[in-house]
C-alpha cells in the first residue's frame, strides 16, 4: 500500500449515512479549524495535503482581477467570485457586465451548461432553453477574466492559458493569501487553472481576506461577497443562507466538497470530503461552524440533509466528529 493510500484510508468519517435507524454508508475526509490568532484548533485527517480547492478559489481568483486594473465593486465583483445559480438576476448581470467592456458572449470559455440550481434548470428546460456558455455557473468569473485582460491590454482568446498573465498574477494571489506554494496546477471544470492549495493554506486565505486591510483588492473581494451574497450562489443556497445569517462571515463551496469560511474575527475553517459527496457539506459544515461557538438558527437550516423513503423522510446525514 503506498503512503498516499494509507493517508486516505486513515481519514476519519466526517459524517454518516442513517436510513431507517442503520449507518448504511460514511462520508471521510479533512478538516481544518483555525483560531482567531490563525493557529490550528482542530485538525482531522490530513489538512495539510494538497487537495483542489475548486470553486473556492475563486475569491482569489476575483482578487487577482483586481489587481490586474479591473474596477469592479457590488453585485459585480461578488457574481465574479462566486458560482452563480444560474437564476435570472445572475444571467442578466453576466450579459451586462459584458457589454459594459464590449465584450462578446461569443469570448466567454465556459462549457454550455444549464443552471446550477436544479430549480431553475427545471424552468429554463421548459422554457426551451439549451445549455449555453453564460448559464454556466462560472461565466460571472470568465467575465470578469477576459474584462481585466481588456483593461490591461492581455490577450484575451488565451486568457485560461496557465501561461497567460493573468493566470500567473491569480497565482501570485493564491500563494500569498494561502502561505504556501502551489503544488499542482489542474484545470477547474469551467476549463480555468486549478491551483491546489492545502486545506490549512485554503482556511488561511479566507481568513486574510476578511483581516485584510480595507480598500485592499482581498478585502474588497471579501466586503463585495458578504454584502451580495446572492449574487456569489444563489436564493437556495448554504453560502447566501450563512452569509446573510451571520454578518462579517465569509463562505464559499467548491466542487468535490469543498468549504472554506472565515468569521470577522479570524476564525476560519476549510473541509473536503474525499468522495466528493456534496449532500455532505451541511452537516459537516454546520458541526464544524458549533466547534468554532457559532450559535444561530441558520447552523439547523444549513445541518438538514434528510434521506428519503417513498416519499418521505427516513432519514439523515449527520456530523460524526
Known sequence: MTSSSTATAIRPVLAEVVRSGFVEGHHRGSLVVLAADGGVELALGDP??????????????????????????????????????????HLALVEKMLAEFELPATA??????????????????????????????????????????AVAGWPRQSYLDPAHPLQQLTREVVEAAGGERVTHVGTDGCGAPLMALSLTG??????????????????????????????VAGTRRPDTWLMRELPGTLAKMG?????????????????????????????????????????????????????????????????AF
Open 108 to 149: 466567454l470559455q465556459t462549457p454550455p451548461d444549464l443552471p446550477l440550481d436544479p430549480v431553475e434548470a427545471e424552468s429554463y428546460l421548459a422554457a426551451g432553453r439549451v445549455r449555453d456558455p453564460l448559464t454556466m455557473n462560472c461565466s460571472g468569473k470568465h467575465a470578469a477574466m477576459l474584462a481585466a485582460c
Open 48 to 89: 495539510d495535503a494538497p487537495v483542489f480547492p475548486r470553486s473556492a478559489n475563486k475569491p482569489m481568483q476575483a482578487a487577482a482581477v483586481l489587481r490586474a486594473g479591473l474596477e469592479l465593486s457590488g453585485e459585480r465583483l461578488a457574481l465574479a467570485a462566486g458560482s452563480h445559480s444560474g437564476e435570472p438576476f
Open 255 to 319: 466542487a468535490e466538497a469543498v468549504q472554506a469560511v472565515a468569521l470577522p474575527d479570524g476564525r476560519a475553517l476549510a473541509f473536503k470530503v474525499d468522495d466528493g459527496a456534496t449532500r455532505a457539506l451541511g452537516p459537516v459544515l454546520a458541526r464544524a461552524l458549533a466547534h468554532l461557538g457559532v450559535s444561530s438558527p441558520v447552523l439547523a437550516r444549513i445541518g438538514d440533509a434528510p434521506l428519503l423513503g417513498g416519499g418521505e423522510r427516513v432519514g439523515e446525514i449527520r456530523a
Open 202 to 231: 485554503l482556511a488561511r486565505a479566507f481568513r486574510s481576506f476578511v483581516l485584510a486591510d480595507p480598500g485592499t483588492p482581498e478585502r474588497r473581494v471579501a466586503d463585495a461577497m458578504r454584502a451580495h451574497p446572492e449574487y
